[in-house]
């Protein structure tokens, strides 16, 4: 019987896949075998491969390739064994076996799924507002299991964060792999129209054009736009 666990991993991040001193034990019992003997056997050498070239990656502490993202990590040699990934990347993805040998041999596969985190604006591609109303722009960041470190955000080529006379900006998460930026400008004014972007530090930007407009030019906007 094989264990398959299945996990989702960002990219940039370490993300530690682990076979347990306790899963081997349930592994072993589905097979017939006892505790006590798995136990007699649980400082048996763990190796990880890749299944989709069959490619050992490491064996105990051991790395065998030339990726020195792979590495093997035991801590404090306790009873986890990890295959630590560095800077997770797409071809990574697939299904990964953790293999005891044991007599028989026990496996554990982990099917590994990298995210990788992506921006979008709620309200683009154009946002049109009346002078004088407020400009709220939502930047919706998912596939993002952990929240951006930070998430700038630009009015054409200025940071808003650093500019006093910017708007209010806020981050929060927004469910299990999602995160919300959202930027807030009140009293808008002519000169804040143009191209706004979201930048978070793990997706690509996103932009939207802002068109703030007096009352005599909005309704020839009105049937294909956006208007608060």
């Not at 154009?126 to 722009?137: A, C, H, M, Q, R």
Request: glycine share 4%.
């Amino acid at each position: 019987m094989n264990l398959t666990l299945s996990h989702r991993v960002e990219r940039s991040k370490k993300f530690p896949l682990t076979a347990t001193k306790a899963g081997l034990r349930r592994l072993a019992s589905s097979e017939g075998r006892g505790g006590s003997e798995i136990a007699s056997e649980i400082n048996a050498v763990v190796s990880w491969i890749r299944r989709r070239d069959f490619h050992v990656l490491t064996v105990a502490l051991n790395t065998y390739t030339a990726d020195d993202r792979f590495v093997a990590v035991n801590m404090d040699r306790s009873d986890d064994w990890m295959l630590q990934i560095k800077l997770a990347q797409l071809a990574d993805e697939g299904l990964y076996e953790c293999q005891v040998n044991t007599h028989p041999l026990i496996s554990f596969f982990v099917n590994l799924t990298v995210l990788v985190p992506k921006s979008s604006i709620r309200e683009a591609p154009d946002l049109y507002v009346k002078t004088g109303s407020s400009i709220n722009l939502t930047c919706i960041i998912s596939q993002s299991p952990e929240p951006p470190v930070f998430v700038f955000w630009y009015h054409n080529d200025r940071m808003i964060n650093y500019d006093s006379s910017g708007g209010d900006i806020s981050v929060h998460k927004a469910g299990q792999d999602t995160a919300i930026s959202r930027l807030f400008i009140k009293n808008a004014q002519p000169s804040d129209s143009g191209n706004y972007t979201c930048c978070p530090s793990n997706a690509d930007a996103s932009s939207i054009s802002v068109h703030v407009l007096n009352g005599e030019c909005i309704e020839s906007f009105l049937t294909n736009s956006s208007i608060t």
